[in-house]
């Protein structure tokens, strides 16, 4: 089983829709989570980092941690033709540092 | 991302030859990551540095690659005697002392081994 899933898509939505992304781990000692957005040939930017479970809410971008389920969320309302990029998950445990990441989720939305 | 520089963006070898990737961090970061991404393959981490320190390499390749952040000076990935394999985007990363889990990106380092 890999250390972190998550569905490559792709996902297309109509501009406005809210978009919704996971990725499921198995590893339950992480407690940093995060997601990135990366634009094609372009460095993976970070849009949103929790730690342990809970949400977090940063203008249209909502994260959401299920440490029960090993399951976080990424929401993206009123998205726009901007939005459209590879969304990916990234996590790591407490007092290391390294990053698994899943394999990303291309997404697209159509004006 | 735009902090973390990397150099050169784009970088083409023939086989056999050696490559060398370079990274200044953000301003007031002492951590670097090296991350590579292969096609259809998400990021994979490599090696975590701090200054004249390597704190985590389980992610580097045993043979040909290797890495150092010197006291003064970028941090260098370095792959001897490159194969096609090896071509992929390297991404450089940094972070700062007590905030070592927001980790941000350079723009990436892409190597074409013909």
């Known amino acids: 089983q890999k250390e972190v899933e998550q569905d490559p898509g792709p996902l297309s939505v109509p501009e406005g829709a809210i978009v919704s992304l996971n990725c499921t781990y198995s590893?339950?000692?992480?407690?940093?989570f995060m997601w990135y957005r990366q634009y094609s040939r372009k460095g993976p930017e970070l849009l949103m980092y929790?730690?342990?479970?809970g949400n977090k809410e940063d203008g249209r971008f909502t994260a959401q941690v299920d440490k029960s389920s090993k399951y976080i969320s990424l929401f993206i309302r009123d998205s726009q033709p901007s939005d459209s990029a590879t969304y990916l998950c990234?996590?790591?445990?407490?007092?290391?540092?390294?990053?698994?990441f899943g394999k990303g989720n291309q997404v697209v939305v159509i004006p | 991302n735009a902090g973390v520089m990397q150099n050169p963006r784009h970088l083409v070898r023939r086989r056999g030859q050696e490559a060398r990737l370079r990274c200044s961090p953000m301003k007031g970061h002492s951590h670097v990551y090296w991350y590579r991404q292969l096609p259809e393959e998400g990021l994979k981490f490599m090696v975590y540095l701090q200054k004249e320190n390597i704190i985590d390499e389980s992610g580097m390749p045993k043979e040909r690659f290797s890495a150092e952040f010197p006291k003064e000076g970028p941090s260098i990935l370095r792959i001897q005697q490159v194969v096609r394999g090896d071509s992929a985007a390297y991404f450089c990363?940094?972070?700062?002392?007590?905030?070592?889990?927001?980790?941000?990106f350079g723009e990436g380092s892409w190597l074409t081994v013909v």
């Open positions: 990234a996590m790591s445990a407490k007092g290391n540092n390294r990053l698994a």
């Open positions: 990363a940094s972070s700062q002392q007590g905030d070592e889990n927001t980790i941000y």
């Open positions: 929790t730690y342990s479970s």
């Open positions: 590893n339950s000692a992480f407690q940093y």
